[in-house]
């Protein structure tokens, strides 16, 4: 057998290799391209960019909304966006821990939501790409949706706007 012999199998074992690294990258994209947003009959999740508003009078951390870390949010504050946060549908869960300065009342509890929220795949809107979480001072949460970062909350702004007003 001469070298160039030798090659030339070396070149069909490689092209073989090639080909079936191809198909078995083709094969695991599929899982993926099942959970993107397509028509939304048959999915168990949405992927949103999330943004949290907090309209408490304290830091707030270890913010988890449906398993996902949402990290702190200053007093009045927010998170800043969470990209590509992958959320079931169904009932939701957040979560968070009170901060605040030594002696102030629940510093250190952990709080959950008080108010159900349930996301279904009828309520998001098409060319949705945000979901906004909007906590308040009773513990309650909100969630609005939207194709862009999401605005704050008519009943957000009116805590906000009392606040300047009567500090």
Known sequence: MSVGDDRAGCGRSTSGRRLAMKLIGLGSMMPLTACGQGDGKNRKEIVLNVVMYSYVDRVITDII?????????????????????????????????LDGPEG?????ERVKMKKKIVISPKQVPQGTQYIGLHLYPDDTVDITFAKTIPDRTPRGEKILSELKEYG
């Open 104 to 108: 102030m009342a629940r510093n250190g």
């Open 65 to 97: 909304f449906s398993g996902t870390d949402l990290g702190v949010a200053n007093k009045h504050g927010g998170t800043g966006i969470m990209t590509g946060v992958r959320i079931p549908y169904g009932n939701q869960t957040l979560e968070w821990t």
